[in-house]
């Protein structure tokens, strides 16, 4: 990631903690970090690269600090806000806005990309008749996905319908990511360039093609999950939760009724577990998944609105009183906090 990368994710009116967007990249899901992530607009960003470092983005972000493009908030950990020059170089320097973000939390996106890649090599190298040919490297998981699904999909006709499919998903995306997307593929005959070298020749940062990229490879995913496409084997059980199994069960058993503390008792998790276990799903789920209504009463949610500055960044638990601390544990202030900018989002 660059400089001009990491000022999109950042904001003149939001300070934003370096370290959230950096756990974001790693696929660090703690309840902290999904829900900085869902206040900065940034969920998004989770799990798109795990091999990010601790501190990798340190070195970049007092590069756009010494730009001026940002300044250090003093807090307990590295926080950035965008300054007016920042603002200006974001409108300078526009970037790739992807059009599936929403889905991509639903997606395994390393295993949707790899098989995806590796697939269309395999198919391109059979239709030319290939015997030798150098695969990708890919993990085994892939190489086992792709060679079952292949042996059962193996027929003359494989190619064409594949190409035709691959062509009615490329169509609904912007032509530059389809452009992207293809020069990227290796088959017969064809090395597909990498992001480096697709960046150099689009003149755009290594981080926007790869967000392209990303975008192809949901769109290619999501129609893959109709029974007839040629990808369907392969690329439909990627799909899975934005939320743990654990997760899923807790929420599963609150909606039925049971309170945290009985479901803590009934899976033998500890009560905080099961506290984690619901932020996560009101986090990660649609609004309509969780029984706020149940959980947060009108009364205590009047209670607490009153107490709280309208501004949802500005909430701080240690700033209610302590008579609303002794009556509201985090929990619920959290859970309140989830709540209301859900409800915000979904009137903007």
Known sequence: MEPLDLIHLLSDQQPRRLRVIENLLRGRRTVSTLYWGQRYGL?????????????????????????????????????????????????????????????????????????LLLAIQVVSE???????????????????????????MRRPELASTMLQALQNSLEQLPEPVAAVTTAGLTGFHQPGLTTQQLAG?????????????????????????????????????????PVTRSAQATLAAVTAGSSLDQV????????????????????????????????????DRTALLAALPVDL????????????????????FRLLAIWEGKRGAQRE
């Open 126 to 152: 059979y239709v030319h008749q290939t015997k030798r040919y150098y695969p990708l490297a890919t993990d085994l998981p892939t190489r086992q996905a792709v060679r079952s699904w292949f042996y059962r």
């Open 264 to 299: 803590a008792h009934q899976r033998k998790i500890k009560p905080s577990t099961a506290r984690e276990h619901l932020l996560e799903a009101a986090i990660m789920l649609p609004l309509t998944a969780i029984p706020y209504q149940r959980l947060i009463p009108p009364a």
């Open 201 to 241: 020749d689009l003149d755009q940062t290594a981080w926007e093609v790869y967000l392209m990229h990303v975008d192809a490879v949901v769109t290619i995913a999501a129609a893959a999950r109709q029974p007839d496409h040629p990808l369907n084997g392969l690329l439909a059980t990627t799909w899975t939760s």
């Open 43 to 115: 969920l998004y960003l989770l799990d798109l690269d795990k091999a990010l470092d601790r501190g990798g983005l340190d070195v970049v972000a007092r590069q756009v600090v010494a730009q001026k493009w940002a300044t250090w908030v003093a807090d307990e950990q590295p926080v950035l806000q965008l300054t007016a020059a920042g603002v200006r170089a974001q409108v300078a320097h526009p970037t790739y806005q992807p059009v599936t973000w929403e889905r991509w939390s639903q997606v395994d996106l390393n295993a949707a990309r790899q098989r």
């Open 313 to 332: 960044n500005a909430w701080e638990y240690t700033a209610l009183s302590p008579e609303l601390q002794h009556r509201y544990d985090f929990f619920t």
